[in-house]
């Protein structure tokens, strides 16, 4: 029996898309393109979620990467991308919904040190019954250590917890932590009916 949900943050709580400051910040494709990809895909992204580096550290690494044109831009970039961060629709609706139904809710989400200024923008944090972010504990998703350190923070039993992520890899991390889940993709109604119905069959085949 279901009594868990547990959240992703990001493009399943509040929405992620690094091309809206990319657009703010830079007036053509080609340049876009290249601090989407030495910024928002390099490993500093990775090492700011593990908690290595702050969000501000970043610029450091990357900007030995980008043009010294684009440092401005690039600085720009790394101090305020959050900025894309805004509720999803229908999270809060769906998060008040299973709150109703009984259900406790859970974070679980890669993000750097800059999670705790941007996520008010969806709630207080003390509207969830807890959450794990994973520069506080250096590890990822999907590795399967940080739903172990999930469920052991929190004394939950994994056949008890269903895992909302958008990515297939976080999902299949959770399932192989004993969870259920259900990859996101934009549609509450769906992960409403699999949590009314009990339908994780077609997910755990």
Same mark, same amino acid.
């Given at each position: 029996?279901?009594?868990?949900?547990?959240?992703?943050?990001?493009?399943?709580?509040?929405?992620?898309?690094?091309?809206?400051?990319?657009?703010?910040? !830079?007036? &053509?494709?080609?340049?876009?393109?290249?601090?989407?990809?030495?910024? #928002?895909?390099? +490993?500093?992204?990775?090492? %700011?979620?593990?908690?290595?580096?702050?969000?501000?550290?970043?610029?450091?690494?990357?900007?030995?990467?980008?043009?010294?044109?684009?440092?401005?831009?690039?600085?720009?970039?790394?101090?305020?991308?959050?900025?894309?961060?805004?509720?999803?629709?229908?999270?809060?609706?769906?998060?008040?919904?299973?709150?109703?139904?009984?259900?406790?809710?859970?974070? !679980?989400? &890669?993000?750097?040190?800059?999670?705790?200024?941007?996520?008010?923008? #969806?709630?207080? +944090?003390?509207?969830?019954? %807890?959450?794990?972010?994973?520069?506080?504990?250096?590890?990822?998703?999907?590795?399967?250590?940080?739903?172990?350190?999930?469920?052991?923070?929190?004394?939950?039993?994994?056949?008890?917890?269903?895992?909302?992520?958008?990515?297939?890899?976080?999902?299949?991390?959770?399932?192989?932590?004993?969870?259920?889940?259900?990859?996101?993709?934009?549609?509450?109604?769906?992960?409403?009916?699999?949590?009314?119905?009990?339908?994780?069959?077609?997910?755990?085949?």
């Amino acid at each position: 029996m279901i009594k868990n949900i547990i959240f992703d943050m990001g493009n399943v709580l509040l929405s992620y898309n690094p091309n809206i400051c990319l657009e703010k910040f !830079l007036d &053509n494709e080609e340049d876009r393109a290249v601090i989407r990809k030495e910024l #928002f895909e390099g +490993p500093e992204w990775v090492e %700011g979620d593990l908690g290595l580096i702050t969000d501000a550290e970043r610029f450091d690494g990357v900007s030995k990467r980008v043009p010294e044109r684009l440092h401005d831009s690039l600085r720009k970039c790394t101090l305020e991308w959050m900025m894309c961060m805004k509720p999803v629709p229908g999270a809060r609706e769906f998060c008040r919904y299973v709150k109703e139904k009984g259900y406790h809710i859970y974070v !679980l989400s &890669n993000a750097s040190n800059t999670f705790y200024d941007y996520f008010p923008n #969806f709630s207080a +944090p003390d509207y969830f019954d %807890g959450m794990v972010v994973s520069c506080d504990i250096h590890i990822i998703k999907p590795d399967i250590r940080i739903y172990e350190h999930l469920l052991k923070k929190y004394d939950l039993r994994p056949g008890e917890c269903f895992f909302i992520d958008d990515l297939d890899a976080n999902v299949d991390g959770a399932k192989k932590a004993g969870m259920n889940g259900a990859v996101f993709r934009g549609d509450f109604q769906e992960m409403k009916e699999l949590i009314e119905d009990d339908c994780y069959g077609k997910y755990n085949q």
